[in-house]
Every structure is written in C-alpha cells, then in structure tokens.
C-alpha cells in the first residue's frame, strides 16, 4: 500500500498564504496523477487540484488562479501552495494518488492521506 501524509495546515487570517505538502512511502510517483481535495464542515469532499506524471495540472475553479500544485518525483513529495486564502476554503485537505488516470474523479483516487486541517478566518 501506498502511504501519504498530508502536513503544513493550519490557522491563517483572510488574505494570507499557506504551503501543504504530502509525502509518499511505499512507491514513487511515477505513472501516477497526484491531486488535492478538501471537504469542510457539512460538505462533500470536492475535487482541488491536480498534476500527472505526464507534467498536466487542472485546478477547480474556485481556486483557479490563487492555488498552484507541484510534485518532486525524486523526493516523493506534492505541494499545495495557497495564496490570497478566504473563508470559503476553510476545509480538511487531502492528497490523493490515481494510478494510470488523469482525472479530477475522486473514485479514480485509490491512495488517501488522512487529511490537514485548514482554517481561514476574515
């Protein structure tokens, strides 16, 4: 099995920036899709972002243009840096890996970590 771990949540005022990353053990990155999802208070989880080991990124667009996905394939680790954050996206973050799949489908994500706290306050 696949391990990740999410870190680097936290407590940050409306406007501020934050950095999640989310280290893999088990297996490399390679021939995977590494993406985010969140899910705050009440809700579903909901598709963030994400980046194929072909080097593609798609972003949901109420983060389009404020949030940016990175992977380190020789450290087994993907960032998430948040910029201009609002209480909107006040939610847990997970990291998710797709095998062979270039999608936003949480059902093709196969590989969980088990969350980071963000919480964005005005």
């Known amino acids: 099995q696949v391990q990740l771990v999410e870190s680097g949540g936290g407590l940050v005022q409306a406007g501020g920036s934050l950095r999640l990353s989310c280290s893999a053990s088990g297996r490399t990155f390679s021939t995977y899709t590494m993406g985010w999802f969140r899910q705050g208070p009440g809700k579903e989880r909901e598709f963030v972002a994400y980046?194929?080991?072909?080097?593609?990124?798609y972003y949901a667009d109420s983060v389009k243009g404020r949030f940016t996905i990175s992977r380190d394939d020789a450290e087994n680790t993907m960032f998430l840096q948040m910029n201009s954050l609002k209480p909107e996206d006040t939610a847990v973050y997970y990291c998710a890996a797709a095998r062979f799949a270039i999608t936003s489908v949480r059902t093709a994500y196969e590989y969980w970590g088990q969350g980071t706290q963000v919480t964005v306050s005005a």
């Open positions: 980046k194929s080991w072909t080097g593609k990124t």
